[in-house]
């Protein structure tokens, strides 16, 4: 069994930066993809950036160009460094993970941790 815990939200103004953590433990030899996903009040949680044990990313439009995923192999961490932040991003930030060949679709995640909040102030 795999387990993740994510660290790094809080309130920023606007134009301001946060960098997100996800560290896995347990079962971590497998791993396909890590992805984060967000989710604001009464709205669907959406993908915000995927990363695979190959290197491959994967970014939602609304995010391209203003944040960044990697990882470090080393620290079993993977990392959301967000820039240009904007009202709009404030959301619950999830980090997830798969085993499966197939990473691209929020149902493709099986592991889920417990979310860190995101707020961003006009």
């Known amino acids: 069994q795999v387990q993740l815990v994510e660290s790094g939200g809080g309130l920023v103004q606007a134009g301001g930066s946060l960098r997100l953590s996800c560290v896995a433990s347990?079962?971590?030899?497998?791993?396909?993809?890590v992805a984060w996903y967000r989710q604001a009040p009464g709205k669907q949680r959406d993908l915000v950036a995927a990363?695979?044990?190959?290197?491959?990313?994967n970014y939602a439009d609304s995010v391209q160009g203003r944040f960044t995923i990697s990882r470090d192999n080393a620290k079993n961490t993977v990392h959301l460094q967000m820039n240009r932040l904007k009202p709009e991003d404030t959301a619950v930030y999830y980090c997830?993970?798969?085993?499966?060949?197939?990473?691209?679709?929020?149902?493709?995640?099986?592991?889920w941790g417990q979310g860190t909040q995101v707020t961003v102030s006009p």
């Open positions: 990363i695979t044990r190959d290197g491959s990313t």
């Open positions: 997830a993970l798969t085993y499966g060949l197939r990473w691209s679709s929020i149902g493709d995640y099986g592991y």
């Open positions: 347990g079962s971590i030899f497998s791993i396909r993809a």
